[in-house]
C-alpha cells in the first residue's frame, strides 16, 4: 500500500476541492489517503471580519484533522496544497511545513514523492509562481518533485505542468477540467510513490 499525505489550506473551498480530487486520484492507484487541512493562524476576531470565513474554517476543520508531523512521516508522497497568497504560499500552510524541522533534521522525509497544486481567485493571480515557490521547499525537505507535466491529455483542458490549479473568483468553484488534472495529479504522484518504494532495497 501507499500511503499519500495531502496537506492543505482552504479559506473559501476551492483549494479544498482540488484536494478532493487529487485524494480521488491518489485512491484510484490503490493509495491510502490522509487528506489534512492547516489550521487558521489569526484570531476569531479576524475571521470575523471576512463574511463566511469562520463557517467554512468550522466546515473543513469538522471534515479534516489538522496535518501532523507523523502524517509526513507516514506518507510515501506528499501534496501541499494553497491558495496564492500575493504569489507565494499561505502563511497556514507554511506554518505545518516549517513545523517538519524535526522530522527533515533526521532524514525522514528523504526520497519522498512529492507535488503542489493550488488556487487564485483572478487570472495570472501567481498559480504558478505559487507552486514553484513550493518546488523550493520541497528540495530543501529531500521530496523528489513529481510535476504533472503535459502526461495526460486533461493537461491541454487546465492546470499547470507544475501542479493542479484553479482560477475560482468569489462565491465559484473549480471547474470539471480543473478537477480532471488534480486528479490525474494524485494518480501520478501515488504512482510514481509507488515505484519509488518499490524500488528500496529493505531494512
Known sequence: ???VLIAFYSRNGATEALANAVAEGARAAGAEVRLRRARELVPAAVMANVPGWAD???RMNA???????DDAVWADAIAFGTPTRF??????LRAYIDSLGGAW???KLNGKAGG????????HGGNESTLLTLYNTMAHLGLIIVPTGYADGTMFKGGTPYGATAVVPPNA?????????ARFQGRRLAE?????KAAKPAA
Open 87 to 92: 504569489g507565494g504560499a499561505s502563511s497556514e
Open 116 to 123: 503542489a497544486f493550488g488556487a487564485s481567485s483572478a487570472k
Open 173 to 181: 468553484a473549480p471547474t470539471e477540467d480543473d478537477l480532471a488534472v
Open 192 to 196: 510514481v510513490a509507488a515505484a519509488l
Open 105 to 107: 533534521f533526521q532524514g
Open 56 to 58: 467554512a474554517a468550522e
Open 1 to 3: 500500500m501507499t500511503n
Open 63 to 69: 471534515a479534516h484533522p489538522a496535518p501532523t508531523e
